[in-house]
């Protein structure tokens, strides 16, 4: 009787050592799945957009460096609204159909904005915007709406301040006539979009207000776009009898676009042309001597801050944790002045 009891206890002992090693190796191979990929939804409100597809192709770059610092797979679901809101709408409703974790929208009215943070909000999935700022009573609806980007009135202080800095170290270069004022044009982006407004504004009462004395020419709404910037630029060589002596523009790409214009229609000495945006192109063209200077928006800050705060919004992670700091769910990301002066 006493050997029997033996037996059976040694059979389930052996039997619950069997299930622990099961269970141990079946635990092993969980922790050995990949997690779950992070799907994060982009629409961006223009893809040929230069300093747009810049920072598209800075998101694609970073999220590996994310995926390997959060130990959290990525996908990217990069979507073309070609400035088209009704089109990025439906961009909007696919990404809440298909459950993503994360939304992420350079949105092309910023108007709009609150409808689509209801929307995000009904879904409860968080809500990036970009480069395109909302109205803020609009942002600061829901808790999980952020905006990232740079400030738009720093932007066009520093280009003021670009080019006045240059006028006083050496006047002559600008006043071309030696009337005591520049004679500028300038070159803005949509009409009514804030940041275009702001940049222009503020670029010129930069200069103003260091005692710069400016008379303008002319403006032309390029769109942020080179050609038609590129067109404005070559009917004001024609048009005026006195040289233009600065060409003030809303962006790198109208810059580009006066270049251009100045390299079939001639003007010696040619105007001194300033940007924003700090692309690829735009440097160069300040390195070549073509532009005077531009002002850099960090493109790669702007991806990393959108994925640090995609991140800690959907796994729910503290976001003080993210630099540089997130205030009131805005994420300012600082300009810098380019240019090849000493």
């Given at each position: 009787?006493?050997?029997?009891?033996?037996?059976?206890?040694?059979?389930?002992?052996?039997?619950?050592?069997?299930?622990?090693?099961?269970?141990?190796e079946k635990g092993q191979a969980e922790e050995r799945l990949p997690q779950q990929a992070l799907k994060i939804g982009v629409s961006l409100y223009r893809g040929?957009?230069?300093?747009?597809?810049?920072?598209?192709?800075?998101?694609?770059?970073?999220?590996?460096h994310k995926e390997e610092k959060f130990q959290q797979k990525m996908t990217l679901n990069i979507l073309d609204a070609k400035n088209s809101q009704t089109i990025?709408?439906?961009q909007i409703d696919q990404?809440?159909?298909?459950?993503?974790?994360?939304?992420?929208?350079?949105?092309?009215?910023?108007t709009v904005a609150a409808t689509l943070i209801h929307k995000a909000k009904q879904a409860k999935i968080p809500i990036i915007f970009f480069n395109r700022e909302p109205i803020e009573t609009d942002l600061l609806q829901w808790d999980q709406a952020f905006y990232v980007g740079s400030r738009a009135q720093e932007s066009g202080e520093m280009q003021g301040?670009?080019?006045?800095?240059?006028?006083l170290e050496n006047p002559d270069r600008f006043d071309l006539n030696g009337d005591g004022k520049i004679q500028y044009v300038m070159l803005e982006g949509e009409e009514v979009h804030q940041d275009s407004l702001i940049r222009t504004e503020t670029s010129i009462q930069s200069i103003v207000d260091a005692g710069v004395k400016v008379e303008r020419?002319?403006?032309?709404?390029?769109?942020?776009?080179?050609?038609?910037?590129?067109?404005f630029m070559s009917q004001w060589l024609k048009e005026f009898d006195q040289p233009i002596e600065l060409v003030i523009s809303n962006n790198d790409e109208m810059a580009l676009g006066a270049v251009e214009a100045l390299q079939s229609e001639k003007q010696m000495p040619p105007p001194q042309i300033v940007g924003i945006d700090g692309t690829k192109e735009g440097i160069e063209a300040v390195d070549n001597g073509q532009m005077l200077g531009t002002i850099l928006a960090d493109t790669?800050?702007?991806?990393?801050?959108?994925?640090?705060?995609?991140?800690?919004?959907s796994q729910n992670r503290p976001i003080k944790e993210i630099e540089p700091k997130v205030k009131d769910q805005y994420l300012w990301i600082p300009h810098q002045i380019y240019t090849t002066e000493k």
């Amino acid at each position: 009787m006493k050997s029997w009891k033996v037996y059976l206890t040694l059979f389930f002992l052996s039997l619950a050592s069997v299930f622990f090693l099961l269970g141990k190796e079946k635990g092993q191979a969980e922790e050995r799945l990949p997690q779950q990929a992070l799907k994060i939804g982009v629409s961006l409100y223009r893809g040929d957009d230069e300093f747009i597809s810049s920072v598209s192709r800075a998101l694609e770059e970073e999220k590996s460096h994310k995926e390997e610092k959060f130990q959290q797979k990525m996908t990217l679901n990069i979507l073309d609204a070609k400035n088209s809101q009704t089109i990025q709408n439906a961009q909007i409703d696919q990404f809440i159909r298909k459950n993503y974790d994360v939304i992420v929208v350079n949105v092309v009215d910023r108007t709009v904005a609150a409808t689509l943070i209801h929307k995000a909000k009904q879904a409860k999935i968080p809500i990036i915007f970009f480069n395109r700022e909302p109205i803020e009573t609009d942002l600061l609806q829901w808790d999980q709406a952020f905006y990232v980007g740079s400030r738009a009135q720093e932007s066009g202080e520093m280009q003021g301040q670009l080019v006045w800095q240059a006028y006083l170290e050496n006047p002559d270069r600008f006043d071309l006539n030696g009337d005591g004022k520049i004679q500028y044009v300038m070159l803005e982006g949509e009409e009514v979009h804030q940041d275009s407004l702001i940049r222009t504004e503020t670029s010129i009462q930069s200069i103003v207000d260091a005692g710069v004395k400016v008379e303008r020419l002319a403006r032309g709404v390029g769109n942020w776009m080179r050609q038609p910037s590129k067109e404005f630029m070559s009917q004001w060589l024609k048009e005026f009898d006195q040289p233009i002596e600065l060409v003030i523009s809303n962006n790198d790409e109208m810059a580009l676009g006066a270049v251009e214009a100045l390299q079939s229609e001639k003007q010696m000495p040619p105007p001194q042309i300033v940007g924003i945006d700090g692309t690829k192109e735009g440097i160069e063209a300040v390195d070549n001597g073509q532009m005077l200077g531009t002002i850099l928006a960090d493109t790669t800050a702007q991806a990393k801050g959108i994925l640090d705060l995609a991140y800690a919004t959907s796994q729910n992670r503290p976001i003080k944790e993210i630099e540089p700091k997130v205030k009131d769910q805005y994420l300012w990301i600082p300009h810098q002045i380019y240019t090849t002066e000493k």
